[in-house]
């Protein structure tokens, strides 16, 4: 038969929308596409060692590049492996194609080895599902695939891949690149949100959310400098500007600062823009009041559906963010009755808040204060910095000065084991950029295996493994509300540089922040794969209170 494999057909369609790279873990029932990937130059495969690493990789990949990531993996066990990087991508905002490979089609329906069916098992977390029968269909649905990950709220898209289609020959052609075409403001909401401006004595812009690329960014900020606009970012989107800004004021996470908390109910005009305002970025739906709250309150956003879910807009505008961000540079001057001291207010606050702290030091144990504040001098601006879950990322979301657009990896969704894989994909496409990934003990354990994907790529990252012995964010949650009650939250844990060693990077284990130091320079200037465990103090459960402060006290920290 002469034509292409549904596999060759498959790469060259992934190509049309410039993929260059497949995370993933080979399985036996996509055998045809790993060989249209053989002696294919254009699109690496980067091997992992775990689904949850791929689809992680492919996940942060996406937030660099503003194309889907893409990631492959095997039918039913690969699958249900891959479903985390699934859900961050959904929760995150990020266009993400999981390629999953899927039992024969003569197979299909008879409770085969390893089938499910995907439609079913993903459709409430994909924005698409579809199982493509015949190779001819192929570009159609990578076309389909695409727009549906890059329209609108973006998000992960699954395409199902029987084995015999992906063997099967086809003569059919590839389909012309589409890209999708963004959603532009309408020009009577942009004079509407002039005038709502003009009026405003206390405005806050907040930033949040998927789709954002540098020139948005840039846009976003010149917006925000021409109108004295105060910049607060949404949960884990502290580099949509850079924190060292003037404009920027901080950051609506977990422990957002009472003062920014304040700064938001004081305010007369909410500009909302790209963030969905979640329960975290809400402090939990009640920072404003619902369903409509008192402020003005703009929500701009590239999907209709979320208006009016939580919060009733004064004002709803449905663009994309680049296009809302050039619009809104654009908006013509005005005078700005009193915001001059209302920014700088806020900043100063900023700027107290995140300042670091005096250590709260203890013999053996290193204080994550003094960590992130030895990093703020070593680490170059333009350094990217990722974690995943855990009370550890309080201190490094909290004090260290996100500079600009993709220098934080960081899942919205609260996914363990993603600041590994992230921070290899990260270096994968940045290599000459600094990456540092953070991990509690916890975390670290659920993504370590991917240093072994690090080492395999060359990927040079760093680990900073925050060790206190626990899962210390259930054990704050334990100790405020059963106190004494704490279950499941201790961990005996391996020397984690010795495990770093075993996988052939480099390891240091520091109970001191001169260590620390010392073991911090010789790690980037090895540029081999490194992870420095710091021993952490378990009284000091975050960066604001201990232990024995919450016991008890039923409040969250
Ligand atoms: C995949 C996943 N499993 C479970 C959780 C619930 N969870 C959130 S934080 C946490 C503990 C994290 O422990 P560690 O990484 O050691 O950081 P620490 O809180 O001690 O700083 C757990 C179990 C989660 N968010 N993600």
New binding site residues.
Partial sequence: MSGRSGGEILVAALRAFGCDRIFGVPGESYLPLLDALYGEPEVRFVTCRHEAGAANMAEADAKLTGRPGVCAVSRGPGAMHAA?GLHTAQQDSTPLILLVGQVPSDQRGLGAFQEMDYGQVFGGVAKYVAEITDPAAIPQAVAEAYRAAMTGRRGPVVLSLPEDMLATTSEVTDLPFEPVVPAQPPADAMVRLGALLAQARRPLLVLGGGGWDAAACADILCFAEVHDLPVISGFRCQDLVSTRDPHYIGDLGFAAAKTLVQRVEESDLLLVVGERLGDICTQGYTLLTRPKPRQTFVHVYPDADEFGRVYQPDLAITADMAAFARAAANLPPQPKPERAAWLEAARQDYLTFHAIPSPRRRQGFVDMAEVMGCLRDRLPRDAIVTN?????CGWVNRFHPYDGFRTQLAPVS????YGVPAAVAAKLRYPHRTVVAF??????A?GMTELATAIQQGAAILVIV?N?G?????VMHQETHFPGHGLGVT?HNPDFGDVAKAFGGIGRRVTDLDAFAEAFDAALAAGRPAVIEVITDPELISPGTTLSAIRGSGVQA
């Fill in positions: 985390i995943g879950a855990g009370n550890y609260g996914a363990m084991g991990a509690g003990d916890g975390c670290f659920m925050v206190n626990l899962y210390g964010s259930i961990l």
